[in-house]
């Protein structure tokens, strides 16, 4: 990437420099010499990252890495970025400053980086994205913090994080469920395929305690949401309602036109003798709802 200054940042100031502080080398001659730029700050200098986009911390987790710092002391100094009174934020690394209190450390290594708030937030969630640290949940958040906050888009975010558009907006698509779905997903019970398969339910909290009792897979749950959908389908209407069923030319006419331009299949069903009536979109996958989402955003 160009690091030209003349040039707009797009999202943050690039994945290269940005991955340069968050993937550090391994370019060490002695075992526990310092890097380049690295320094010593006391442990009480430092302070979370308020939006850190992972919020879940599993204690066994820390005591295992506690047990090695321990040992071996902390191998990979901490990301962080001055604040106010001589204090440091977190910008990655809050793991390894959260094993160090436990086992009592007095100060840790750490590099000072010049960073802005976009920045810091895309560390974040890249940090963890590339570690495989981040629940679907969490993701999806720190995703949506990137939109709300400073007005990236999917195509921005995908480009930048290697990721497709479609992951990313089905991934978005989580934070619409209930709390108490989200937070199964966030424990480990409900992975992001069951709760993608939910979000098309009328009731995904009640579905999602049986996926999980059940011990269900996502093909199974997918097949479960179905039968709910097909039980909660209102009875065929009276067949003088049905009148309408044999089509003019020109409605069969629009029906092939729009579905041309939507690329799904559109049926338009005119109550006769009225000017009222419906037009049914029917999706074959997530990815084709997604694009008429964007279509119909526009």
């Avoid at 009731?203 to 199974?220: F, Q, W």
């Amino acid at each position: 990437m160009s690091k030209s200054k003349g040039k707009p940042r797009g999202l943050g100031r690039g994945l290269s420099a940005l991955m340069a502080d968050v993937t550090l080398e391994e370019e060490v001659t002695t075992v526990g010499a310092p890097r380049q730029g690295e320094v010593t700050v006391p442990i009480e200098k430092l302070r979370a990252n308020p939006d850190q986009p992972r919020r879940t911390f599993k204690q066994e987790d820390l005591d295992d890495l506690a047990a090695s710092i321990k040992e071996k002391g902390i191998l990979q100094p901490l990301i962080v970025r001055s604040v106010n009174g001589g204090n440091y934020e977190i910008v990655a690394g809050e793991r390894r400053w959260r094993a160090a209190q436990l086992v009592q450390l007095h100060d840790v290594p750490v590099l000072v980086r010049e960073l802005d708030d976009t920045e810091v937030l895309e560390i974040g969630i890249i940090e963890n994205i590339q570690r495989a640290d981040l629940n679907a949940v969490e993701e999806a958040a720190g995703f949506r913090q990137l939109m709300d906050r400073f007005g990236h888009t999917q195509e921005k975010l995908a480009e930048a994080l290697g990721k497709s558009r479609s992951y990313i907006a089905n991934l978005l698509r989580l934070l619409a469920l209930p709390e108490d779905v989200q937070q199964l997903v966030v424990d480990g019970l409900l992975s992001a395929g069951h709760a993608r398969a939910l979000i098309t339910s009328e009731d995904p909290s009640e579905l999602a305690k049986i996926v999980v009792r059940d011990a269900l897979s996502v093909r199974a749950t997918e097949a479960l949401v179905k039968r709910q959908q097909k039980k909660d389908e209102p009875a065929p209407a009276p067949k003088a309602r049905s009148i309408g069923s044999e089509k003019d030319a020109d409605t069969r006419a629009l029906e092939k036109d729009l579905s041309a331009i939507l690329a799904m299949k559109v049926a338009i069903n005119h109550k006769s003798g009225t000017e009222t009536g419906q037009v049914v979109l029917t999706y074959e996958n997530l990815d084709q709802l997604d694009d008429l989402c964007a279509k119909l955003s526009r």
